[in-house]
């Protein structure tokens, strides 16, 4: 166990069980980078600003650049024995440069430095999240592209509705994923103030510059509350709302994939890359990874529960509580990223089978709305042509056969505005084009 960077105060070594429930570095090591970004910043701030010599800030930012440069070469390793990430940078660097490490800390906390650094992190994981969301809407994009004529049945209640065409299904799914950018991109702009400066909770009196980290960290400004800015993680509820938004959107896209390559349905059929066998029958090509997303989407939505949980009930400032914020929001964004790159293969090499699709489409007598409206354009109000198609429909289903094969006597008898060109009018394409053109 490495020495505490609190030990000053204590004549007793924390117990090793106790250290360990306390140390978040296994969790919080990923956002060195970030930490060390905001280092620099500081420490040039406070040279700056004449809190430190221009030399210890020299030295303190070569000290940081190297331990940076080894840290990316795989030349250090970071020691899992300290508690966090902060600690080991600090005391890493201290080891290297002496005293000019230990001056560091000044002016700062750990509780605005670990804000600064998860605000960082995220900001850049939504640069991640907008381009892997791209690639599904672009993956989706294929699939219209490829097959911009097919109809297919389109549902309510997940009874057969009126003919739509595959590619009108799926641009519902690109405008959702599409908003679900706007969201990032809000959520990313709204996480974009420095907390740095904040200290533990008060401020600091040295005459810090907050405005010079924020440009150097490239944020678009400071939190204007000390105590806000050390305790505020709406930006993590907030991405992990954004988050399970994506979830819902990418699970229920998994849940149409998941029954349209089911043999009932053949509309699709997953590429044998993204499918898997059974161990027992040797038939089976399941969508599992499908099906995963689908089940993923439950673990996001957790970590978003157990975000507003954690801090629904704590008072002002910062509480070790919020510790438990990175393990929810990590598992939240690694968890839909994964999701959103195995989503974008899947579905840019699915086989899609128009016939399948023309065929589900003539059975369900969709068509039925578009032969009330062939009554209601020639004069009949739209109740009265509902009733007489309902009588054909039942008609049908009594004679096994379709609206575009009843005979044209029935038609007749039903009600003499029918005529030959009824048949051309219910057409399914005739249908589709006139409402999707
Ligand atoms: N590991 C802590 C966290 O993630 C860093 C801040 C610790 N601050 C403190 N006063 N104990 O929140």
Redesign the pocket.
């Known amino acids: 166990m490495a020495e505490k960077l609190w030990a000053g105060r204590f004549t007793k070594q924390t117990d090793q069980a106790a250290h360990d429930f306390n140390a978040?570095i296994a969790v919080?090591c990923r956002m060195w980078r970030e930490d060390i970004a905001g280092s620099l910043a500081h420490a040039a701030m406070l040279a700056k600003q004449g809190i430190i010599t221009p030399e210890d800030g020299q030295a303190i930012e070569r000290g940081l650049l190297e331990i940076a440069t080894e840290l990316e070469h795989g030349k250090l390793e970071i020691d899992m024995t300290f508690?966090?990430i902060?600690s080991f940078i600090e005391s890493e660097l201290t080891a290297r440069i002496g005293e000019a490490g230990k001056r560091l800390h000044t002016g700062r906390?750990?509780?605005d430095?670990?804000a600064t650094d998860l605000r960082l992190y995220l900001r850049g994981q939504c640069d991640e999240l907008r381009v892997e969301i791209e690639a599904v809407i672009a993956a989706l994009q294929q699939q219209r592209d490829a097959h911009p004529d097919v109809i297919m049945p389109g549902y309510t209640h997940l009874q057969r509705a009126q003919p739509i065409l595959f590619a009108q299904h799926l641009l519902a799914y690109q405008e959702m994923l599409r908003r679900d950018i706007l969201r990032v991109n809000d959520c990313q702009a709204r996480m974009n103030v420095s907390p740095l400066g904040s200290g533990?909770l008060a401020g600091t009196g040295y005459p810090i510059d907050r405005a010079s980290t924020v440009s150097a960290l490239g944020f678009d400004g400071y939190t204007a509350s000390t105590l806000d800015g050390v305790s505020d993680r709406d930006f993590c509820m907030e991405l992990a709302a954004v988050l399970s938004i994506i979830m819902v959107h990418l699970s229920r896209l998994c849940e149409e994939l998941i029954l349209w390559c089911s043999w009932e349905f053949r509309f699709i059929e997953l590429d044998g890359a993204y499918t898997t066998g059974s161990s027992m029958m040797p038939q089976k090509k399941n969508p599992d990874l499908a099906e995963l997303i689908r089940g993923k989407s439950g673990r996001v939505f957790g970590d978003l529960t157990a975000l507003l949980t954690m801090m629904k009930a704590q008072p002002l400032a910062?509480n070790?509580d919020?510790?438990e914020?990175?393990p929810a929001i990590f598992d939240a964004v690694d968890t839909t990223r994964v999701c959103l790159q195995a989503a974008a293969p899947m579905l840019a090499t699915m086989q899609a089978k128009p016939e399948q699709m023309r065929r589900a489409a003539a059975e369900g007598f969709i068509n039925a709305t578009d032969c009330a409206d062939y009554l209601v354009a020639r004069g009949m109000p739209f109740r009265t042509a509902y009733k007489i198609v309902g009588e054909l429909v039942a008609q049908c289903i009594a004679a096994d056969c379709t609206l575009e094969t009843l005979p044209l006597a029935q038609y007749q008898a039903a009600n003499e505005l029918f005529t030959e060109d009824i048949y051309a009018f219910v057409a399914l394409e005739a249908c589709v084009q006139r409402r999707f053109s």
Do not use: G, I, L, T
């Open positions: 978040s919080d508690e966090d902060h906390s750990r509780n430095q670990v533990a910062y070790k919020m510790q914020d990175k």
